[in-house]
């Protein structure tokens, strides 16, 4: 079974910074795609990036610039560095993955496997 745990979340002043981390386990880490989405109160989840077996990254509109996703097959950890934090970054930031590999999406629906969550939260 799949397992996603996110960590590193919590309360930054904007222009701060936060390192998100994704430990997974259950599977070869390696061959499958990871994704970050968020969720803020009363919106729709929405993909942040995404990085794919060969460490190609692939970001939304609303981060790119800002945030940077990185890999470390090592250790089976996905990474979310985010800098220049804005108060509209608040949300729920969740890791997510796919069920086949070598496959790559932006599409939260091509997602089958998800983490618990960790808030993030920009005071202005």
């Known amino acids: 079974q799949v397992q996603l745990v996110e960590s590193g979340g919590g309360l930054v002043q904007a222009g701060g910074s936060l390192r998100l981390s994704c430990a997974a386990s259950?599977?070869?880490?390696?061959?499958?795609?990871m994704g970050w989405f968020r969720q803020a109160p009363g919106k729709e989840r929405e993909f942040v990036g995404a990085?794919?077996?060969?460490?190609?990254?692939y970001y939304g509109d609303s981060v790119k610039g800002r945030f940077t996703i990185s890999r470390d097959n090592a250790k089976n950890t996905v990474y979310l560095q985010m800098n220049s934090l804005k108060p509209e970054d608040t949300a729920v930031y969740y890791c997510?993955?796919?069920?086949?590999?070598?496959?790559?999406?932006?599409?939260?629906?091509?997602?089958?496997?998800w983490g618990q969550g960790t808030q993030v939260t920009v005071s202005s």
């Open positions: 997510a993955t796919n069920g086949r590999p070598y496959y790559f999406s932006k599409l939260r629906d091509a997602y089958d496997y």
């Open positions: 990085i794919t077996w060969t460490s190609n990254a």
């Open positions: 259950g599977r070869t880490f390696s061959t499958y795609s």
